[in-house]
């Protein structure tokens, strides 16, 4: 069964890290296009970042650009987002998606075919 677990979010003061990462079971995502997407309370789901199936491109939000970095682990098959200098702003629940058909780097939801449950990240001091 296809399944996709997220991990590593929590509280951070504003001008802190956080990584992400997302795991996957039933299936490698090593050749396949994921997305990191964001929704904060009151406001629609948000592209963060996604990396193509060869990992070869790679696409950022300008709001994170900067600040976050996507990443494949191949051994561990997993893809994280590292998050740095993170903001009041950046406070939402994080999930990770794949898109299981042909297709390169999205931000778009709507390309996506499964998603994890999401992590909840909340930046505050």
């Known amino acids: 069964q296809l399944q996709l677990v997220e991990s590593g979010g929590g509280l951070v003061q504003p001008g802190g890290s956080l990584r992400l990462s997302c795991a996957a079971s039933?299936?490698?995502?090593?050749?396949?296009?994921i997305g990191w997407f964001r929704q904060a309370p009151g406001k629609e789901r948000e592209g963060v970042s996604c990396?193509?199936?060869?990992?070869?491109?790679?696409d950022y939000a300008d709001s994170v650009k900067g600040r976050f970095t996507i990443s494949r682990d191949v051994a561990k098959n997993t893809v994280d987002l590292q998050m740095n200098s993170l903001k009041p702003e950046d406070t939402a629940v994080y999930y990770c998606a794949v898109r299981l058909m042909l297709g390169g780097c999205s931000r778009s939801a709507n390309d996506m075919n499964s998603w994890g449950k999401g992590t909840l990240v909340t930046v505050s001091s």
């Open positions: 039933g299936f490698s995502l090593s050749m396949k296009a």
């Open positions: 990396i193509s199936r060869s990992g070869g491109v790679i």
